[in-house]
């Protein structure tokens, strides 16, 4: 008979027969016992699966029984439950590989009960089924409450056991808690065998986080070269801040704002932040995307502090102003998420058509996958924004979260206080060693993978215009020499002109494209048909004088047509909105918001616009052949666009 007769009579998979290819033990962790026992098992195994020597050898040379050298092949070559043989792991010493059956109920509280409830359940399969129907929330429209306690559930497999027919004197209803640590065991063993569902149990995130993790292959390939992805999110502050303000009757009035939006543009390859914003819109908008990309690609010089001691550190900056090579330069890939804001479409056409990149809107409601930038933030709130008196903390019962609307208002912490704070926080953060970049700061890691052969930048030919907080628009001049009314453009409420538009009455019934700086309406940039510039046109009236964004405009247009605001042609109606807004911030934390981007609205000065200020056409009236853009015959080549838009 072949010395292996018992593999040929059981007829075994033959590549399980080959124990060089079978999981490995770890014996250091064993007793000295146990591990003499473990290695005269194994070899024991060896021997046999070879096949070369007799089985009288093998046990005189291991000491194990005939019986127990079967025992032990047929438990190597047996799976676990998850598919996978057993191998040398059988062999460990006082290893169960199967868990005990009971094959009968005691009758009294005084005998062992060691596997009385699995019998339990085995024996009366109603009794599993609602245990588990009850922990694991499945749907039945007879089940009110989501998720269920375990000492209701409890209550509840005492009916179902009663309902089954068991008597008082049977177990479990003869022993002192009724089963009740035996059901407790049981509901810990569901949550490991039902894991996908018995997660959501512990909240939504828990089990959105369990169901976009963990499994399959990661398809997301490491990121190596500097500008080549790039991560955009938002984050709500977790702070309140004050504004301060005087009323109609002349009172200094100190409220609390809404919270407040950061939004940033993290390279993925180094993790340096290119750019920032802090928004002061309750949810952040296209505007606010904008304003983030130009930070990002616009060079970094820094800002003056008011708050004493606040200063960057040595080693911080951003890179567009610490490595000069960075500088104008933009990504290939842009991954942010599915918000209203980041799809609109001004925005991604910002994205594909000035910057060039491709588009990954993600697949929703999964922030794993720009991980990078979650964590950025959870950086900035432990090292920055929790550390304040104004924070909210974390979550509602954080102990840091004292009085931060009390505190806000005491210290006068303002919006502009967060805006120099947020600044020196992301410079320094750069300027960090980072663990996860072997403790190299993200400039150094930038400025040793930065290949300036790969990088592209925006061409010098269109740096001037490159704003990155404009909107082209098409308009119809409109006019009528019957009644003597000049040409003119109509944009949002406010009448457009200069001195050529109001001699060209022949552009009458035309479309104009309009190039609009959002972050001041008081003139906008129009071409002709053919492309060809007619110049700036500023607007009518005391729209033309006071700086002002195109979402201030359309919110006073909205109030206007409401009727709850009046101005004339001779009203400043960007004052009349601030009254109304001063009237609104008593009652309304929106409005201090709102209060808060009118007067930085009217304190920022946009050189690219005053600059032209005294409108001087380009075209002159005695020649009136449009004077096409100069061309920039820089020897800086535009890149080629990647615009491929990845949505899930």
């Not at 303000?245 to 409220?255: E, L, S, Y």
């Not at 001049?477 to 009455?505: C, F, M, Q």
Request: glycine share 6%.
């Amino acid at each position: 008979m072949s010395v292996k007769w018992m593999i040929e009579k059981e007829a075994f998979m033959p590549e399980n027969l080959d124990y060089k290819r079978w999981p490995l033990v770890l014996v250091d962790g064993l007793s000295a016992e146990d591990q003499d026992r473990f290695n005269r098992r194994r070899l024991a195994v060896e021997m046999y699966l070879d096949g070369r020597v007799s089985n009288e050898y093998i046990i005189t040379q291991t000491g194990i029984s005939k019986d127990e050298l079967y025992r032990f092949v047929r438990r190597c070559l047996d799976y676990d439950n998850s598919g996978k043989i057993w191998g040398y792991r059988a062999l460990i010493p006082k290893k169960h590989l199967k868990p005990y059956i009971r094959k009968k109920i005691p009758q009294t509280d005084q005998a062992g009960l060691a596997g009385a409830f699995e019998h339990l359940l085995v024996t009366y399969p109603s009794i599993r089924e609602t245990i588990e129907k009850l922990y694991l929330n499945r749907k039945d429209r007879s089940l009110l409450e989501r998720f269920i306690r375990p000492k209701d559930i409890w209550k509840q497999f005492i009916n179902a056991c009663r309902k089954a027919g068991i008597k008082p004197t049977e177990y479990p209803l003869n022993t002192k808690n009724l089963g009740k640590r035996s059901l407790e065991r049981y509901l810990k063993k569901i949550e490991n065998i039902y894991f996908d569902e018995a997660v959501k149990r512990y909240g939504e995130e828990a089990a959105r986080h369990a169901r976009v993790t963990g499994q399959g292959v990661p398809n997301s390939p490491n990121t190596h070269r500097p500008f080549q992805t790039v991560e955009f999110d938002g984050h709500k502050i977790d702070a309140v801040f004050a504004i301060e303000f005087q009323t109609p009757d002349g009172d200094t009035v100190v409220k609390i704002m809404d919270r407040i939006w950061l939004l940033v543009i993290v390279d993925k390859a180094s993790r340096s932040v290119l750019g920032y914003h802090v928004a002061l819109n309750k949810e952040y908008s296209a505007d606010d995307v904008r304003a983030c990309i130009r930070s990002a690609i616009l060079p970094w010089s820094g800002m003056p502090f008011t708050i004493d001691g606040l200063k960057y550190s040595e080693t911080g900056g951003f890179p567009s102003g610490a490595i000069p090579e960075t500088s104008w330069a933009v990504w290939d890939e842009f991954k942010y998420d599915n918000g209203k804001a980041n799809l609109a479409k001004s925005v991604v056409e910002q994205l594909t058509k000035s910057i060039g990149c491709s588009i990954n809107a993600g697949p929703v409601a999964v922030p794993e996958r720009r991980g990078i930038i979650e964590r950025l933030f959870l950086t900035l709130e432990e090292n920055g924004y929790h550390r304040l008196p104004n924070t909210t903390g974390s979550k509602p019962s954080d102990p840091r979260r004292h009085n931060a609307e009390g505190k806000a208002i005491r210290y006068r912490i303002s919006y502009a206080h967060l805006v120099e704070l947020t600044e020196v926080l992301i410079a320094n953060y750069n300027g960090t060693p980072h663990d996860g970049l072997c403790y190299l700061t993200p400039l150094e890691v930038l400025q040793q993978r930065l290949d300036p052969n790969l990088l592209r930048k925006v061409p010098e030919n269109k740096r001037q215009e490159a704003q990155f907080l404009t909107l082209q628009v098409s308009r119809k001049v409109a006019g009528n020499i019957k009644t003597g009314r000049r040409p003119y453009i109509l944009y949002e409420g406010a009448t457009y002109r200069n001195e050529v538009l109001s001699r060209s009455a022949e552009l009458i019934g035309s479309f104009l494209t309009l190039v609009v700086n959002v972050e001041d309406l008081r003139v906008i940039r129009a071409f002709l048909p053919d492309g060809s510039e007619l110049g700036l046109l500023q607007a009518n009236g005391k729209w033309g004088l006071v700086p002002h964004s195109l979402k201030t405009r359309k919110e006073i247009n909205r109030l206007r047509d409401r009727k709850l605001i009046y101005f004339c042609n001779e009203d400043d109606p960007i004052e009349v909105y601030r009254e109304y807004l001063v009237k609104k911030a008593k009652s309304t934390k929106s409005s201090c918001n709102k209060l808060e981007r009118v007067r930085i609205e009217a304190k920022q000065i946009h050189s690219t616009v005053l600059s032209d200020a005294n409108l001087e056409p380009i075209m002159t009236s005695q020649s009136f052949k449009p004077k096409t853009l100069a061309t920039n015959n820089s020897s800086q080549l535009e890149c080629p666009r990647r615009t491929k838009t990845i949505i899930y």
